[in-house]
């Protein structure tokens, strides 16, 4: 019989946000696969949970989840945890979900710590619709890139940053996304936990004057512009080239074409055959 995938968050600062559930399981699995053993090392000490621990993180994934789902298919019971927070928000858990799933696996999800719900309700910015990006490229270029396409975004944008790019990264958004409010969250649930609240220049020019410290969630308003027409973006574009522009916005092949055909009053077989390799 099969082992069982638990999905374990852990918290993301204040050791008291783990729940009674995640120390049963913890408690109970048979190997506890980990973002970084010995950060994790300290959180099962400090709850005595004696399990065998194993790495599984962005630079082994490739050859350390085949090898997981292995041993689960051969019937053990493992919990993921990252090193805070839940599983699978940029981290690389979501992969081994993946696979789980693929592989017909049951996996289990457990309820908890999440730094960016934390930081988006506590933003006091709208949180009824909102739009999840995680850590920005770290190549400039990119950054930007990535900015210019999420500028008409009216949802509020989570954003994650480092210490050390945040300036850049502010002086980019102001930029690009204009002077918008935005929350800056820092230390969350942790003795320094600081929430900033104001337009993205005076955060901007606060960092300026002091360096940036601790771990950084920005949650910035959405746009209240529409932005230019998406049609009109659409026009210099082949026929193959605006189906793979569609498919990269979220639409499946099958109504990317059925889009390109109707817009471009051409049969479905004509399409289909510009994009048969993708």
Request: net charge negative; with cysteine.
């Amino acid at each position: 019989m099969a082992g069982k995938l638990f999905v374990c968050p852990t918290p993301i600062g204040n050791l008291e946000d783990i729940t009674y559930r995640t120390l049963r399981v913890l408690n109970e699995v048979d190997l506890i696969a980990a973002e970084d053993t010995r950060h994790t090392i300290k959180l099962l000490n400090h709850f005595e949970i004696n399990k065998p621990l194993t790495s599984y993180h962005e630079h082994n994934k490739q050859t350390k989840g085949p090898i997981l789902v292995e041993k689960l298919l051969e019937g053990t019971n493992i919990a993921l945890v990252s090193d805070a927070g839940m599983p699978g928000i940029s981290d690389p858990g979501q992969d081994l979900v993946a696979l789980c799933v693929e592989q017909g696996i049951d996996l289990e999800v457990l309820p908890g710590a999440s730094a960016f719900v934390v930081a988006l309700v506590g933003s006091g910015l709208p949180s009824w619709k909102f739009a999840f990006e995680g850590f920005l490229d770290r190549d400039r270029k990119n950054k930007k890139k990535r900015l210019e396409e999420i500028k008409y975004e009216q949802r509020t944008l989570i954003i994650y940053e480092s210490p050390h790019r945040l300036k850049d990264t502010l002086k980019v958004m102001e930029a690009i996304l204009g002077d918008r409010k935005i929350a800056v969250c820092r230390e969350l649930t942790k003795k320094h936990e600081e929430y900033m609240r104001s337009e993205i220049s005076q955060i901007r020019a606060y960092y300026d004057e002091n360096d940036p410290r601790g771990e950084y969630i920005l949650i910035v308003d959405g746009s209240n512009e529409t932005g230019p027409d998406k049609e009109d973006s659409y026009d210099g574009l082949d026929e193959r080239a605006y189906v793979i522009k569609l498919m990269e916005e979220g639409l499946s092949k099958k109504d990317a074409i059925k889009k390109v055909a109707k817009d471009r009053k051409l049969k479905k077989d004509l399409v289909y055959k510009e994009v048969l390799d993708l």
